[in-house]
């Protein structure tokens, strides 16, 4: 059980980090890259106070540097989904499940877009993760819709218990895959539907009878993480204590609105920790 569970790397998840281990909290950090990709792509920062002329990824490295010196939990784990319990959350990944009293969702900006039928059928035969759900559709005949070449793994894994898998690769397929009950498909994928569970997958070609619909993306809409999570457009709404609309769930930099800024995302995710952690002291004696 950790006290404080960051979830995102960046800036404002490893300046929520600093400050949480300040203050003795248990903390961990989830991150699926490389810390912050965003910021390593700036070739030059001009605008961060008392570090001129930085390279996006030299600060970046010395973010990473300064929240390690107090050693938190590091998980490199995309989060999948987070559900909230009795004292606290449920943090899923693909292979494991974690808990937390206090969750700070740092997770940046997406540009995922969730497909049409998608948020109706999920748990209803739309998955993020074979490795959790693939069991369930043994024998069966499933999709898998994929942004991320490292995903071809769970689509093969999807192939070694499904009758067949039929694969959409929204990028360019450069290796084919090893199993022969894996159909490549060209067509883009254009909504899910069914009944009261998955029957098939729209595409821009032929239509395609399944039972199930994997989705593999690097980052997912921030509404899938956590369905209840009030959302102002794409961000998620807080308070200036960085509360969002769930107690004990706070959010912190670009997931939170513009400008997305260095700056105002690593002050949120000292204002998120501090939040966190007088929660943590109301809340758990
Ligand atoms: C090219 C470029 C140049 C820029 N130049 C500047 C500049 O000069 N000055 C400035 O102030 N700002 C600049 N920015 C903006 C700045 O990079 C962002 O404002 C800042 O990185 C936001 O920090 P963040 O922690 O909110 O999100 P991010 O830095 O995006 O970090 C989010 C982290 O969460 C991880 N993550 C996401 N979803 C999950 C999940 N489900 N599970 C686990 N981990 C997850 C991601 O992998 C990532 O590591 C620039 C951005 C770009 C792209």
Not at 66 to 80: R, T, W
Not at 130 to 156: H, N, Q, R, W
Not at 175 to 192: F, L, M, Q, R, Y
Request: net charge negative.
């Amino acid at each position: 059980m950790f006290d404080v569970a960051i979830i995102g790397g960046g800036p404002a998840g490893l300046s929520a980090a600093v400050t949480a281990s300040v203050r003795n909290k248990k903390v961990a950090i989830f991150d699926s890259s490389n810390f912050s990709p965003h910021l390593r792509k700036a070739w030059m920062v001009h605008n961060y106070l008392g570090l001129a002329n930085i390279t996006g990824e030299e600060l970046m490295n010395k973010f990473v540097e300064h929240a390690m010196s107090f050693k938190p939990e590091v998980i490199k784990s995309k989060v999948i989904g987070i559900t909230e319990g009795e004292g606290g959350f449920t943090i899923g990944t693909a292979g494991e499940i974690y808990q937390a009293k206090t969750i700070i969702l740092s997770v940046g900006t997406s540009h995922s877009e969730t497909m049409n039928g998608e948020r109706d059928f999920l748990g209803k035969g739309v998955s993020y993760c074979a490795t959790c759900d693939g069991y369930f559709y043994k024998g069966k005949v499933v999709a898998a819709v994929s942004t991320i070449p490292s995903a071809l793994e769970e689509v093969e894994y999807l192939a070694e218990i499904c009758s067949e898998v039929k694969f959409l690769p929204l990028y360019k397929l450069t290796e084919a895959p090893k199993h022969s009950n894996i159909t490549v498909i060209s067509d883009k994928p254009t909504g899910i539907t069914g009944t009261d569970r998955v029957t098939g997958l729209s595409t821009t070609g032929e239509y395609q009878p399944v039972q199930g619909v994997f989705i593999f993306r690097e980052t997912d809409p921030i509404e899938n993480l956590l369905p209840d999570l009030q959302l102002r457009g794409k961000s998620i709404l807080v308070d200036e204590q960085m509360s969002t609309n769930i107690a004990g769930l706070f959010a912190a930099g670009d997931c939170t609105g513009q400008p997305y800024q260095i700056s105002r995302a690593t002050g949120q995710g000292l204002v998120a920790a501090i939040g966190a952690v007088s929660y943590l002291a109301k809340n758990f004696k």
